[in-house]
T-cell receptor, first 109, second 113 residues
């Protein structure tokens, strides 16, 4: 079993849809949770950064962490074609960071 | 602009020919790391450095070397590349390991034939 599991997709949605991206993990020690966005031929860029359980909102993006279920989510409201990218979840603990394999998202106009 | 700069962006080489991929950051970050990204496997850490002259192995260090002689630079060295090292490589930096999220470079696509 991988330490971090992420559905690779691909996921295709129409413009304006609400997108839900998810990761599960096995190590209950993880304390910091992140989402990165990676456009084609680019490096990952940090999108959301949260500590422990709860929600964090930034514009159209909401990150949710449920440590009891070892489950994290990223919601994108009013999705735009410019949101088309691969989204990577990541989590860290005690100087160790682990990444999911990424979910490829396409938002169609 | 705060950034991590990698060079080259694309590289095709032959088996056994030594190569170096450079990485430089301008954010005065203590921590730097190298990852490779392969389809279905995600990002896997090769080597990391907590500070100048301090380096350590990640999850997949075989066939790679690194050095950290200056805070801003962290080159990745492949002394005898093999085809299984064909991959997309990323350098990343952060003010501390595992905290605050990483800033990534734009990547180096390496093909070893």
């Amino acid at each position: 079993q991988k330490e971090v599991e992420q559905d690779p997709g691909p996921l295709s949605v129409p413009e304006g849809a609400i997108v839900s991206l998810n990761c599960t993990y096995s190590n209950s020690a993880f304390q910091y949770f992140m989402w990165y966005r990676q456009y084609s031929r680019k490096g990952p860029e940090l999108l959301m950064y949260t500590y422990s359980s709860g929600n964090k909102e930034d514009g159209r993006f909401t990150a949710q962490v449920d440590k009891s279920s070892k489950y994290i989510s990223l919601f994108i409201r009013d999705s735009q074609p410019s949101d088309s990218a691969t989204y990577l979840c990541a989590m860290s603990w005690n100087n160790d960071m682990r990444f999911g394999a990424g979910t490829r998202l396409t938002v169609k106009p | 602009e705060a950034q991590v700069t990698q060079n080259p962006r694309y590289l095709i080489t032959v088996t056994g020919k030594k190569l170096t991929v450079t990485c430089s950051q301008n954010m005065n970050h203590e921590y730097m790391s190298w990852y490779r990204q392969d389809p279905g496997l995600g990002l896997r850490q090769i080597y990391y450095s907590m500070n100048v002259e301090v380096t350590d192995k990640g999850d997949v260090p075989e066939g790679y070397k690194v050095s950290r002689k200056e805070k801003r630079n962290f080159p990745l060295i492949l002394e005898s590349p093999s085809p299984n090292q064909t991959s997309l490589y990323f350098c990343a930096s952060s003010f501390a390991q595992g905290l605050g999220g990483y800033t990534f470079g734009s990547g180096t696509r390496l093909t070893v034939v």
